[in-house]
Nanobody, 114 residues
């Protein structure tokens, strides 16, 4: 079925920025909607952004105006540009189809210090 590999996380101060990458292999990636999820300790994994095959995005209210999702179909890669980061954005970030149909990757840790 292929793999999803997330990268780009790290430790950043509040107000800072990061760019996450999701590299896909072995999928019909180019044809599908893809999303970024995040999970903080003790919470459910939540969907924060999606992008469809045509490049149209959607965002959760909590990140709208601060995060931007984009995709490079030629590279089968999806990005999440995160600006104005807040401590409450601290979580492990994952990519997957919005219906979670693919196997989960290991995620990438984002930690925002106050």
């Amino acid at each position: 079925q292929g793999q999803l590999v997330e990268s780009g996380g790290g430790l950043v101060q509040a107000g800072g920025s990061l760019r996450l990458s999701c590299a896909a292999s072995g999928h019909t990636f180019r044809l599908n909607n893809i999303g970024w999820f995040r999970q903080a300790p003790g919470t459910e994994r939540e969907l924060v952004a999606t992008i469809n095959s045509g490049g149209s995005p959607t965002y959760a209210v909590s990140v709208k105006g601060r995060f931007t999702i984009s995709r490079d179909n030629a590279k089968t890669t999806v990005y999440l540009h995160m600006n104005s980061l807040k401590p409450e954005d601290t979580a492990v970030y994952y990519c997957n189809a919005p219906n979670r149909q693919y196997a989960w990757g290991r995620g990438t840790q984002v930690t925002v210090s106050s």
